[in-house]
């Protein structure tokens, strides 16, 4: 079974506009984290935002946030004020209990256009 | 500057020329790993190594060695590389224990095998 789902391939958004990127996960752990990357199209894999199961507080870096539903086991990115330099493909990935390996989702592009 | 580096950045090759891809991190990290990059697929993780001397397969091991001689370096070996191993590559790294969330990835390295 799939561990991180990411339903949208692609999505076009306005600069400034805020956007949402969905993120769903599977697990069975009670113990896990949440994490985003960025890829621009250079190609190297930039950390955005770490979400632990036990966080209470959905986790913020500056313009990103993620709105964590923990029933729903959603983890979905938030970008704010959307820049022309947020154009990337974005990962959403899980790593479980005390695992170290990641498992990604299969990512989503975002254009953004001036 | 803490990094994680591997060379080369760029390599084609043909079948069943033995090539190594290096990966050095200079954060004394102990958890080491290796990703492919497939498009649809997200990442996938083929080897990964919490220690020196202290390696094991991961999702997609089938074709690759690794080894962990040196806590700095992880090197990723294709004995006899064939066509679907054309990929992007990622070796990464982090810190093992509590709070040890971010894994460093350095910069791919994009492999072609005609």
């Known amino acids: 079974a799939q561990k991180i789902t990411q339903t949208q391939p692609g999505m076009f958004v306005q600069e400034k506009e805020a956007v949402t990127l969905d993120c769903t996960y599977d697990?069975?752990?009670?113990?896990?984290?949440l994490f985003w990357y960025k890829q621009p199209s250079s190609g190297e894999m930039i950390f955005l935002i770490y979400?632990?199961?036990?966080?209470?507080q959905n986790a913020t870096e500056g313009r990103y946030s993620l709105n964590f539903q923990k029933a729903r086991k959603s983890a979905n990115l938030v970008i704010s004020a959307s820049q022309l330099g947020d154009s990337a493909m974005y990962f959403c990935?899980?790593?479980?209990?005390?695992?170290?390996?990641?498992?990604f989702g299969a990512g989503t592009t975002v254009t953004v256009r001036a | 500057e803490a990094q994680v580096t591997q060379n080369p950045r760029y390599l084609i090759t043909v079948t069943g020329k033995k090539l190594t891809v290096t990966c050095s991190q200079n954060?004394?990290?102990?958890?080491m790993s290796w990703y492919r990059q497939d498009p649809g697929l997200g990442l996938r993780q083929i080897y990964y190594?919490?220690?020196?001397?202290?390696?094991d397969k991961g999702d997609v091991p089938e074709g690759y060695k690794v080894s962990r001689k040196e806590k700095r370096n992880f090197p990723l070996i294709l004995e006899s590389p064939s066509p679907n191993q054309t990929s992007l590559y990622f070796c990464?790294?982090?810190?093992?224990?509590?709070?040890?969330?971010?894994?460093?990835f350095g910069p791919g390295t994009r492999l072609t095998v005609l």
């Open positions: 697990t069975s752990d009670q113990s896990y984290g």
């Open positions: 954060m004394n990290h102990e958890y």
């Open positions: 190594s919490m220690n020196v001397e202290v390696t």
């Open positions: 990464a790294s982090s810190f093992v224990g509590q709070g040890a969330n971010e894994q460093f």
């Open positions: 979400q632990g199961s036990y966080d209470e």
């Open positions: 990935a899980m790593r479980e209990g005390s695992d170290y390996k990641l498992s």
